[in-house]
């Protein structure tokens, strides 16, 4: 499972990684930034986030809460020394997966990172059947596209890469192409290259003397890697 903490006390923050790596888990990355966070967590896709609810000795680490739970429904852990019925309320209202208080047990932090993933889980199956949609930012602006209107996308850079669909539009998203694929949650899409993932219900023709896929009805040609083969094979079928 992997793992991403926002937490603003040093030492709290080193004991928890050491914990986590006691319990055999992965820690992604971590920050007290609000906004670093929100844009990591989108590039990393951690199954969980711990998060301090006290981040710079204020409340911020529930309205952070909502805003990851709102972009990225990814399940919420709070760590906190606030035992206060009011700000346990408020903290309750971003529905966590647990609410641990400091200093954490190792136990009590194993029972609720379980939990997170259980919930990660029916999260996945949930959004697998349901989501159709999702949503690009562009500016200031989300831009929303249906999941059945993604044609393929690919690598702009380390960590953007463009969506395009069938009517040609192109967004820009702050994420990586194994990012994405996680994000989409789709059986209809399939990574072929480190730097593509096409919509496997567009694909024509899979071209062995120069290892690439056409799609359908776009003259486009996109590059399989040696890695992907045998998983695209595999859904080939071929006869």
């Known amino acids: ?58 409340n911020a680490g529930i309205h952070l809460a909502n805003k990851v739970t709102e972009f990225y429904k990814t399940p919420i852990i709070f760590i906190t020394s606030e035992i206060d ?47 159709k949609d999702l949503f690009a930012r562009n500016g200031n602006k989300l831009h929303k596209i249906s999941i059945d209107t993604i044609l393929y996308a690919h690598t702009d850079s380390k960590n953007y890469c463009s969506i395009v669909t069938v009517d040609d539009k192109k967004f820009s998203v702050r994420n990586s192409i194994s990012g994405l694929l996680k994000v989409l949650n789709n059986k209809q899409f399939i990574q072929t290259h480190r730097s593509y993932l096409i919509n496997w219900n567009f694909i024509q023709s899979f071209s062995e003397s120069d290892q690439s896929i056409e799609l359908k009805s776009y003259h486009l040609s996109i590059p399989v890697g040696r890695t992907y083969k045998p998983e695209i094979s595999k859904r080939l079928r071929i006869i």
């Open 1 to 58: 499972m992997n793992i991403y903490i926002i937490e603003d006390e040093i030492f709290q923050l080193e004991d928890l990684k050491i914990s986590i790596e006691n319990l055999n888990y992965n820690c992604v990355g971590s920050t007290d930034d609000a906004i670093e966070a929100l844009e990591e967590i989108g590039t990393l896709q951690p199954d969980v986030v711990l998060i301090d609810i006290h981040l710079h000795k204020r």
């Open 85 to 131: 019925d009011t700000v346990i309320a408020n903290a309750i209202e971003s529905k966590p997966v647990a609410y641990l208080t400091k200093p954490l047990k190792e136990n009590d932090l194993k029972a609720a990172l379980i939990l997170a993933q259980q919930t990660q889980v029916k999260n996945n199956k949930e959004s697998t059947s349901t989501t």
